[in-house]
């Protein structure tokens, strides 16, 4: 299994940045699969973004053209560029990260706000 520790959370302003980050206790190249997540008061935790090993990435609908996720290998830090905020962004965001025969591994959280 893998520690995660998530930073970057805030509050800001619709239209405005924040670039959220996720520390592995462990090579990034290791993980198979390491994504962000977020959760919004009574709503399910969906998928935001997720990178593969191999570089390739995912996006939900709602935040394609607007969210970037990329790493740094010597950081072993996944991040996760937030741009053009809505306040629909608004939610708790958590790291994930998966590896075979292992359980899946979560970051305790970050608060993002956005005000409009």
């Known amino acids: 299994q893998v520690q995660l520790v998530e930073s970057g959370g805030g509050l800001v302003q619709a239209g405005g940045s924040l670039r959220l980050s996720c520390a592995a206790s462990r090579s990034i190249f290791s993980i198979n699969l390491m994504g962000w997540y977020r959760q919004a008061p009574g709503k399910q935790r969906e998928l935001v973004a997720d990178i593969i090993s191999g570089g390739s990435t995912t996006y939900a609908d709602s935040v394609k053209g607007r969210f970037t996720i990329s790493r740094d290998s010597a950081k072993n830090t996944v991040y996760l560029q937030m741009n053009g905020l809505k306040p629909e962004d608004t939610a708790v965001y958590y790291c994930?990260?998966?590896?075979?025969?292992?359980?899946?591994?979560w970051g305790q959280g970050t608060q993002v706000t956005v005000s409009s």
């Open positions: 994930n990260a998966r590896m075979l025969l292992l359980p899946e591994s």
